[in-house]
């Protein structure tokens, strides 16, 4: 999970594409980088850290130029503690080309070797998106043939990077001289929209979510069908083509849960509405397991949890109180690197209101449940704030399989409910009840949260919704694959020091 960002303007964009990282900032926290374009030229800046401290003053002045894109880095793939893996990254040939990725590659390793053997081109980190820029640089060789480039040799090449490269990919490129290309892997796992500006400046903004081009004073236009590609020349000029063979729709189902930011819309499902209706679906699991009547009140986990909390205690007729308060100058915990950093920042992160907790019954409501570090750690918080009883309910359903789209969760060890029953699970989390959401509540709760705005025009086939009920939509997942993922999986080679921004004074995020 990235945020990715590109723009093609009559402007100048460093400072556009700055602000929409910042819109993007929940997306990843470990890296940033932008990349602008002037003539044939690209200047680059990229760091770890958090946007507004990677980019300073001195940095913005020195990337000029009308055309650009950005990233937010969340690692899940190759070294999270190395600077030269941030994005984004480039190649030289043919005509320069520089790449921002958001997903994950199930066959970065076989693609590493055939790009060496086969198409002699070297790769020089770990980095699985330096492989599909590779890929997508021979491809673009072959289809241009040493002829100026047109819109329909764009397309070919990424025909055939679809036809090469497996796994969960949105990708924004920009290609000197030219444009700007844009495009989405054939099963549309992860997200990507287009849109224009209000100013009449004919911007034309692409980003990895719907809040950027609404933060940024520009109009939705929609979401990229699966498989589809769209190149915006330098005069602003918009060329689409579907290059996937059987494209179809399977957004990743966890954008909906926790990832996205609740005002955004993602292939014409609202992320706001989606919470809600998880709170409703939850509502009557709650009901079978707890009678309202021993509830005293409600209590969000913040964030993303709060649309799904309000609904439930509406429909059961509860109190609804917030009860911690969130430090949001504190990363969050589940996208850091590292067990003990996550368990570390649990307590810096959240601290609680007591009055809301003594003497009461108290059910607690998150979005899901991953590690269960962190839920184990809240409901002692709530127990020390004076609770009678700690219900916990998930508007997820429980995590028991690995992801291999991109999302940091990929070795079965780490996720409490694998190999284990919903009474395990409570035991090791310590609170006296445990509700999950259940997997077929979940999708149908999510695909009710349909609106008319920023559809693909595809109708949606399904959900990846592999890390809960273990159907990987690629249909190319193998034990071997997921054991060689974990081997390469960003928290390899973590420092014993503790280096996460925690440990900084001035720790912030958007």
């Known amino acids: 999970m990235c945020g990715i960002v590109g723009v093609v303007s009559n402007a100048p964009v460093n400072q556009l594409i ?10 990843g926290q ?57 994005q984004p990254f480039y190649v030289n040939a043919p005509f320069g080309i520089v790449l921002v990725h958001n997903g994950n ?20 980190t770990e980095s699985d998106s330096e492989v599909l820029l590779n890929v ?22 990424v025909r055939n990077v679809h036809r090469r490269v497996k796994g969960s990919y949105a990708v924004i490129a920009s290609i000197a001289g030219h444009g700007l290309l844009a495009f989405r892997d054939p099963f549309g796992i992860r997200p990507l929209c287009i849109g224009r500006a209000n100013d009449g400046k004919g911007t034309v903004m692409l980003a990895s979510e719907s809040v950027v081009l609404e933060g940024t004073a520009h109009t939705l236009d929609r979401n990229l069908a699966p498989g589809e590609a769209v190149f915006v020349d330098l005069e602003g000029k918009v060329h689409t083509q579907q290059c996937a063979d059987t494209p179809t729709l399977n957004p990743c189902i966890f954008e909906y849960v926790y990832l996205a930011r609740p005002d955004s819309v993602m ?111 809240i409901v002692q918080m709530a127990r020390d704030a004076g609770a009678r009883k700690v219900y916990l309910a ?17 070795t079965k060890d780490e996720l409490v409910a694998h190999g284990r029953s919903v009474e395990e699970i409570r035991e090791l989390i310590g609170c006296d009840a445990l509700i999950y959401q259940d997997v077929e509540g979940m999708k149908r709760a999510i695909s009710a949260a349909v609106t008319d705005i920023g559809s693909s025009g595809v109708a949606i086939t ?38 996460s921004r925690l440990a900084l004074p001035n720790a912030q995020t958007a």
């Open 462 to 499: 399904g959900f990846d919704a592999s890390c809960f009920d273990g159907v990987y939509v690629t249909g190319d997942i193998t034990f071997d694959d997921i054991q060689r993922l974990n081997e390469g999986r960003s928290s390899a080679g973590e420092p014993e020091e503790d280096t």
């Open 267 to 377: 292939d014409g499902i609202s992320v706001y509405q989606a919470r809600l209706n998880l709170g409703e679906t939850l509502a009557k699991r709650v009901i079978s397991t707890v009678p309202p009547k021993d509830i005293d009140v409600v209590i969000p986990i913040p964030e993303s949890s709060r649309p799904s909390a309000m609904q439930l205690a509406q429909l059961l007729g509860l109190p609804y109180r917030e009860g911690f308060v969130k430090n949001r100058y504190v990363g969050r915990t589940f996208i850091m690197p590292g067990h003990e950093v996550r368990k570390k920042s649990v307590r810096q992160k959240l601290n609680v209101i007591g009055s809301e907790f003594k003497g009461r019954n108290v059910l607690l409501v998150d979005d899901s449940i991953v590690r269960g570090t962190t839920s184990r750690e």
């Open 105 to 124: 590659l199930t066959n970065a390793h076989a693609l590493k070797s055939e790009l060496f053997t086969t198409d002699h081109r070297h790769i020089n």
């Open 394 to 410: 998930s508007a997820a359903p429980p995590v028991r399989y690995p992801n291999v789209y991109g999302i940091d969760m990929p």
């Open 18 to 27: 700055y602000d929409a990282l910042l819109l993007l900032q929940h997306r």
């Open 30 to 86: 470990d890296a940033a980088g932008i990349v602008t374009q002037q003539e044939r030229k690209f200047f680059m800046h990229k760091a770890k850290g958090m946007v507004r401290d990677v980019f300073r003053t001195r940095n913005m002045r020195a990337l000029p130029g009308h055309c650009g894109l950005g990233q937010v880095r969340y690692p899940t793939a190759g070294n999270a503690y190395s600077e030269e893996e941030a």
């Open 136 to 157: 997508l640089a021979h491809e673009m060789e072959k289809s241009t043939r040493g002829l100026p480039l047109t819109p329909m040799d764009v397309f070919a090449a």
